[in-house]
């Protein structure tokens, strides 16, 4: 499988089709539990105080307390912005973060897609894959396509046009330069919202070991360890909204990623099953059919 994350030439469009694995030469056989500590809930985050430990701590813990929390929905938006052009991807579904597994929905916009009325992916993330269905490019749409996630050069945090929710909240693990910007409402809710810059190599090494591959992978190979955040905890310290700022070098214009992740629906039921090898697909992926920017 080869996959160009970071030097994506042609502008904004390419990520846009690279975000929904478009720009892989793909053969479908190369597929090939919490970071631990206190889950953080009983630092209620009362009256502004950032909790026990500084803002910076309370966010390295917010991984942690989703765990304990078990599950939510989740609705997700990846934009991508170069050379004036602005493209959004938007995902929903359910995830659940003790098994690590969710199952998102993905809507392309019609120019990423290529064609008009492109199906909505459906994405389930797990730890180590990404399985896409109704890919397109040549892949029958009762088939699964499985990526692996710790070959990609970003870790799947902008592939899929979804940034998985365990890995955004694993991302926090390296928090740093945080500062409290106090509270806010979100949906009804109050939170308390953070902003500072994530570093990818010292969230990789605190990370779980189901998402550390994946952390690791992109730690390298980003062309900088340092991801802009704003993050958003309820009283509970759950993190309830977070949004990611990935920047890639291009060799046209530079491109911008922003990969917004809003949580609610705490509990829900959540039913993953992972396709078994008959459901896969075991082709090539057609070029030139998902989108623009193919490699």
Known sequence: MVVQQHRCGGGALAVCALAVAGVMAVTAGCSGGSGGGDDGRGDRLRAG????GGPAETLRRAADVLVAAGSAETRTSMETAAGGTRVTIRGQGTYDFRSQLG??????????????????????????????????????????????????????????????????????????????????????????????????????????????????????GFTTDAVPFDAYLDEEGRLRKVRHRFRFASEGPAV????????????????????????LYTGLIEQGRGGTGDR
């Open 103 to 220: 199952r998102i929905r993905v809507a392309l916009p019609k120019s990423a897609a290529g064609e008009t009325g492109h199906r909505p992916i459906t994405e389930l993330l797990a730890p180590g894959a990404l399985y896409m269905k109704n890919r397109g490019a040549g892949v029958p749409d009762e088939k699964w396509v499985r990526i692996d996630t710790t070959a990609l050069e970003d870790g799947n945090l902008v592939t899929g046009g979804v940034t998985d929710p365990m890995a955004a909240a694993e991302l926090l693990r390296g928090a740093r330069g945080v500062t409290y910007a106090g509270k806010t409402e979100l949906a009804g809710v109050t939170v308390h919202h953070y902003r500072g810059t994530a570093d990818l190599g010292r969230a990789a090494r605190a990370a779980s070991k189901e998402s550390r591959g994946a952390l690791s992978a992109a730690a390298k």
């Open 256 to 279: 911008a990623v922003v990969s917004t992740m809003l949580l609610y629906g705490f509990g829900v039921p959540v039913t993953v099953r992972l396709p078994e090898g008959a459901d």
């Open 49 to 52: 105080e950032p909790g026990a």
